[in-house]
């Protein structure tokens, strides 16, 4: 029943151990990983923020330069000068001298005939009047086209800017696309952040690293991508269904949208990486949590059974000692009402005695066989009446309540004054008697009247032990005095004799219990020593086994201890 | 030799009876008396050298009696004979006065040895006190 119980309590406290922690220990980390998450996200989304103005900034620098290098050219050169086919020559030269991002210029009449041409291409003579670029051109004073193929049947790109004085007229760059296209593109963002621009009808402007030329549709921001003042950062679902942290903004008068994305995962790699390790964490913590509750509640249990069988003996032990304190109260009663009638019996055997006596001189009673049988019968009473006086006056000893008398005692100078009369009474009836003090036991302090009476009583109940299964020789008495490494000095005395029955062991220390024959024992010595180590604050264990021999244990304090 | 006059002193009547008995037999002059009031109201009359007084008993315990017999009768030998002895009741009995203090059972042949010597002692001091008062 105990083991069934200390099972289910085993498995409670387990169980407990195991919650409890599991629990605090998995929402902490999942706490921890939420707000480390929203943390990265957001940090993640400032930084593409940051990213995509930057980037922004510096391609509105570039077309403004573009512009400006236009327009500078316009104020300092006249019309007729830039008309000059050796001059404009000359010029384009010192302007890809500055930036390598211009391929051609040309200089347009009011009717937009492109009068004169420095480039790759042949296209001196042309009309464009009715191109949109011009119409915007002439609209707004300056302007920055989409990519379009052109009479030259390539794709590029122009700025243009008007001149205002008596005549009107346009000047033109074409700017050289793979150079804006390595500007646009180049941006480190991760391993798969990328940039690219797309015009109000969504057609690319500059390639897409991930896929996509020049003037073909972005499927992500196809149709006509909707205009917002600033930056946006969104997630957004690719064709097959890839996630992407896209930033996006417009520049160049709001005609252009400049787009900045990177893979959801790359962008949040250090948060997967975190979820990689908290999970790690979460196991290896739950297991430690399980294995070191399993090791924990075992060693509880374990030691919940010793301390149960420590009570569970010193209860029993507190009975034994409760039972003897109220068989001492009554002793002392009993042996004084005993020896009353004792005293009357001795006096009526004596008047009988002295009765017979009185009629032997007066001749009435002959030597006969019954008068014979009388004297033994007189004989007996007294053996018996003085056989009685001996058990009260045991029973009295045992009941008397004499205080110890505590004093350090020497065991180097105890010991040998016990042992030096065993090995006498040993030796006389051939036993082998063997005693060790270990070294390092110096004191104890006890009543060394009282303990040399226990040691005695268990030495001499030793020897009557062999002596009952043993002849002359063969039997054997040790006697160790040696720390118990639990705080006590242990008195051991073993010996080789008959032994003590499984059913009578548990009733040695109960008084008057005996085992040898009648008249030869009042059945009091273990159970007045019993108390006497008691009192002294220590135990007294005994372990047999029969026709082998028994070992009886006194455990006591040890004076340093105290 | 004049006979020896004890008293014998015990609630018990048959313990009383049979060793009043035993002591007459022996040549002892014997007073009984149940108790320690009666016995030291028959001291009036019936003066003994020594007295054999049972430790517990009803009413006025052995060491009670024994300190009012030895205030009035200061040569009285008490010898207490009692059925339960301590080491600290004997001290306490010696110490107020008592001659000695034996347990029971005790064979009739030791007692009247030790009426014999407390008898000894009562007549030391009858015939220091005859001799001082001379």
Known sequence: ???????????????????????????????????????????????????????????????????????????????????????????????????????????????????????????????????????????????????????????????AVVMNSEKRWVIRATIDTYLFNTLVEHISIGKTGEAYIVNAKGMLQTQRRSGGALMEVDEMNGGMPKYHEGIKVFMQSGINKEEFLTATTWLNNRSWMLVVRQDKQDAFQSLHSASYIIILLSIVGILIIIVVSFFLSTSIIRRMGEVNAEKDQ???????????????????????????????????????????????????????????????????IGIQIDRCARITQAILKFGRKSEAEIKTISLKEFIPQITVMIEKKAAVHGIEFYYQLSRGIQTIKGDPSQLQQVILNLLNNAIDAVIEK?????????????????????????????????????????????????????????????????????????????NEGTTFNVLLPNDKVN | MARIKVMIVDDEELLL?????????????????????????LLKRHPV???????????????????TVKQFY????????????????AIEGLNLGAFDYIMKPISIEELIKKIENAYYIHQQMKEKKEFFFR
């Open chain 1, 1 to 159: 029943m105990k083991n069934n119980g200390y099972k289910r309590l085993h498995k409670y406290i387990i169980l407990s151990m195991v919650l409890a922690p599991v629990m605090i220990y998995v929402g902490a980390l999942a706490i921890g990983y939420i707000y480390f998450a929203n943390s990265l996200e957001s940090s993640t989304e400032s930084i593409m923020e940051r990213v995509i103005k930057d980037h922004r900034q510096m391609i509105e620098s570039f077309l403004e330069e573009r512009k400006g290098d236009l327009t500078f050219l316009q104020d300092t050169y006249t019309y007729d000068e830039l008309t000059n086919n050796q001059i404009l020559a000359q010029i384009l030269k010192q302007l890809q001298k500055k930036s390598p991002a211009f391929i051609d210029l040309g200089i347009f009449d009011n009717n937009g005939l492109h009068v004169a041409y420095q480039g790759p291409y042949d296209l001196t003579g042309r009309q464009y009047k009715k191109e949109g670029w011009f119409r915007e051109v002439i609209e707004q004073g300056y302007y920055i086209s989409d990519v379009f193929l052109g009479f030259r049947k390539v794709p590029h790109f122009v700025i």
């Open chain 1, 314 to 380: 010193l209860q029993y032990q507190l009975i034994r000692a409760g039972g003897l304190a109220e068989l001492g109260e009554m002793a002392t009663g009993f042996a004084h009402e005993i020896n009353n009638p004792l005293q009357i019996i001795k006096n009526e055997q004596t008047l009988i005695r002295m009765n017979l006596s009185e009629l032997y001189e007066e001749g009435q009673v002959n030597n006969s066989e019954v008068v014979a049988e009388l004297e033994d019968s007189l004989n007996q």
């Open chain 1, 470 to 546: 043993h002849s002359a020789t063969g039997g054997k008495i040790e006697f160790f005095i040696r720390p118990d490494g639990k705080g006590n000095i242990s008195f051991v005395v073993t010996d080789n004799g008959i032994g003590i029955t499984q059913e009578n062991i548990d009733k040695v220390f109960t008084p008057f219990f005996t085992t040898k024959p009648v008249g030869k024992g009042t059945g009091l010595g273990l159970s007045v020593c019993f108390g006497i180590i008691q009192k002294m604050g220590g135990r007294m264990e005994v372990t047999s086994n029969p």
């Open chain 2, 17 to 41: 009876f049979t060793t009043a008995k035993l002591l007459e037999k022996n040549g002892f002059k014997v007073i009984q008396a149940t108790s320690a009031i009666e016995a030291i109201g």
């Open chain 2, 49 to 67: 050298e020594v007295m054999i007084l049972d430790g517990k008993m009803p009413g006025m315990d052995g060491l009670e009696a024994l300190k």
């Open chain 2, 74 to 89: 200061p040569f009285i030998q008490v010898i207490i004979l009692t059925g339960h002895a301590t080491s600290e009741a």
